[in-house]
């Protein structure tokens, strides 16, 4: 039985995580604890190792002070072996550390560290779904594999979240659980250095961009499945009939060789710019300095690019995938495509391109439906009222 708990009484909370690299479901973790650690409750964070060219997020950013606990053996690719290391060392400091709450994060983490969790004795334990670990881009066997595994992990949990409808949508027809276990928190940002962010002649003349021309930007880890295979493509047919148009790829990862040698070979590398890792403070600025952003992901889970880039008052353009169409509206905040379907995306970059007017309408459009609902602090709020009222159940 859980410990006796009031709302605004301070809760133990341990987040789980398999890797803390740049991106999306690492920041929106980070962010819940900020601002539970603004609220006096005493937060950790337990993380696998994170080693690669996809940056360590706490190296780019502060969110408070906090601890962070490495376990070595909490790794993203499947290893019987070391996942069942992992599962008895998560037991041992959850039991030893008796948190009220274990949140876990990713699909890895959610699976050994709910079960974890709950063999520990922990009172309340719940998982966000930031992205969905099986797709119709995957292996047949993988996904049988991970859809196994979740329908498993969920009877071992109080409550799961998902940072959209889309993503509740495919657990419910998957069978991992019922509708009812589900509620979405969309994934909060802080919304407002995206409102604030403005062109910069200094910025544009460090990446390289022409001051006048039209830019169209990426902010996504060079990663397979992050739709950079569509990126290049699209680009040359867009590149056809506009030559002046500039890319700015915001982001670093394995796909980073391979990137630049398909641009040298198509001959536009001139009209592409790489701005690396940025530090999540600073992607506003970047964002700022495009007139369209593209997001030719094949799986997502809600696009966080879109969201920040409509918060910068910047029209999206994305596939029909996933949480997408939650955000990007058709003809009200962008444009929506079949996936993989580069001459719809080039087509419909042009118009915009070509329609201040029509790219105006749709940022501000943009701009009012994003900066309040998607505000950090409303995600946290959200998340302190679940805990406090899931632990009230246990007593």
């Given at each position: 039985?859980?410990?006796?708990?009031?709302?605004?009484?301070?809760?133990?909370?341990?987040?789980?995580?398999?890797?803390?690299?740049?991106?999306?479901?690492?920041?929106?973790?980070?962010?819940?604890?900020?601002?539970?650690?603004?609220?006096?409750?005493?937060?950790?964070?337990?993380?696998?190792?994170?080693?690669?060219?996809?940056?360590?997020?706490?190296?780019?950013?502060?969110?408070?002070?906090?601890?962070?606990?490495?376990?070595?053996?909490?790794?993203?690719?499947?290893?019987?072996?070391?996942?069942?290391?992992?599962?008895?060392?998560?037991?041992?400091?959850?039991?030893?550390?008796?948190?009220?709450?274990?949140?876990?994060?990713?699909?890895?983490?959610?699976?050994?560290?709910?079960?974890?969790?709950?063999?520990?004795?922990?009172?309340?334990?719940?998982?966000?779904?930031?992205?969905?670990?099986?797709?119709?881009?995957?292996?047949?066997?993988?996904?049988?594999?991970?859809?196994?595994?979740?329908?498993?992990?969920?009877?071992?949990?109080?409550?799961?979240?998902?940072?959209?409808?889309?993503?509740?949508?495919?657990?419910?027809?998957?069978?991992?659980?019922?509708?009812?276990?589900?509620?979405?928190?969309?994934?909060?940002?802080?919304?407002?250095?995206?409102?604030?962010?403005?062109?910069?002649?200094?910025?544009?003349?460090?990446?390289?961009?022409?001051?006048?021309?039209?830019?169209?930007?990426?902010?996504?880890?060079?990663?397979?499945?992050?739709?950079?295979?569509?990126?290049?493509?699209?680009?040359?047919?867009?590149?056809?009939?506009?030559?002046?148009?500039?890319?700015?790829?915001?982001?670093?990862?394995?796909?980073?060789?391979?990137?630049?040698?398909?641009?040298?070979?198509?001959?536009?590398?001139?009209?592409?710019?790489?701005?690396?890792?940025?530090?999540?403070?600073?992607?506003?600025?970047?964002?700022?300095?495009?007139?369209?952003?593209?997001?030719?992901?094949?799986?997502?889970?809600?696009?966080?690019?879109?969201?920040?880039?409509?918060?910068?008052?910047?029209?999206?353009?994305?596939?029909?995938?996933?949480?997408?169409?939650?955000?990007?509206?058709?003809?009200?905040?962008?444009f929506l495509t079949d996936a993989g379907d580069v001459t719809a995306v080039a087509e419909k970059s042009i118009r915009v391109l070509d329609e201040p007017e029509l790219a105006g309408k749709l940022g501000q459009n943009g701009k009012k439906k994003v900066l309040e609902q998607f505000d950090?602090?409303?995600?946290?709020?959200?998340?302190?009222?679940?805990?406090?009222?899931?632990?009230?159940?246990?007593?």
């Amino acid at each position: 039985m859980g410990i006796s708990k009031r709302a605004g009484e301070k809760l133990k909370i341990c987040h789980v995580i398999t890797r803390l690299i740049v991106g999306g479901a690492q920041e929106n973790t980070l962010l819940t604890i900020r601002g539970h650690l603004e609220k006096g409750h005493e937060v950790v964070l337990a993380a696998g190792f994170s080693p690669g060219r996809e940056g360590k997020l706490l190296e780019n950013a502060r969110y408070g002070e906090f601890p962070v606990y490495e376990f070595s053996d909490l790794v993203r690719e499947i290893s019987p072996l070391r996942d069942l290391k992992a599962f008895f060392a998560l037991k041992k400091f959850f039991r030893d550390n008796r948190f009220d709450i274990v949140h876990t994060h990713s699909s890895k983490a959610g699976i050994i560290g709910r079960l974890a969790a709950r063999a520990a004795g922990v009172p309340v334990v719940v998982h966000t779904v930031h992205g969905q670990a099986f797709h119709p881009y995957q292996s047949r066997w993988k996904n049988r594999l991970y859809i196994f595994l979740e329908r498993f992990a969920a009877r071992y949990c109080d409550k799961i979240y998902a940072v959209a409808q889309a993503m509740i949508d495919q657990c419910v027809a998957a069978g991992v659980a019922p509708a009812d276990k589900y509620m979405v928190v969309y994934s909060g940002m802080d919304t407002g250095a995206f409102d604030r962010a403005e062109r910069s002649e200094q910025l544009r003349k460090k990446l390289g961009l022409p001051p006048e021309c039209k830019t169209v930007v990426t902010v996504a880890r060079l990663f397979a499945q992050k739709g950079y295979e569509y990126v290049i493509p699209a680009a040359e047919l867009l590149l056809a009939k506009r030559p002046e148009t500039h890319f700015l790829l915001v982001g670093d990862g394995p796909m980073y060789d391979e990137l630049q040698e398909t641009l040298r070979r198509s001959n536009i590398e001139k009209n592409f710019h790489f701005a690396g890792l940025v530090p999540p403070g600073d992607v506003a600025m970047y964002i700022a300095q495009a007139d369209l952003l593209w997001h030719l992901s094949l799986h997502e889970g809600l696009p966080r690019a879109v969201v920040q880039a409509l918060a910068a008052g910047v029209p999206a353009i994305g596939f029909a995938l996933d949480g997408t169409p939650e955000v990007i509206i058709e003809d009200v905040t962008g444009f929506l495509t079949d996936a993989g379907d580069v001459t719809a995306v080039a087509e419909k970059s042009i118009r915009v391109l070509d329609e201040p007017e029509l790219a105006g309408k749709l940022g501000q459009n943009g701009k009012k439906k994003v900066l309040e609902q998607f505000d950090w602090r409303k995600m946290c709020d959200i998340l302190e009222a679940e805990y406090t009222a899931l632990l009230k159940k246990t007593q």
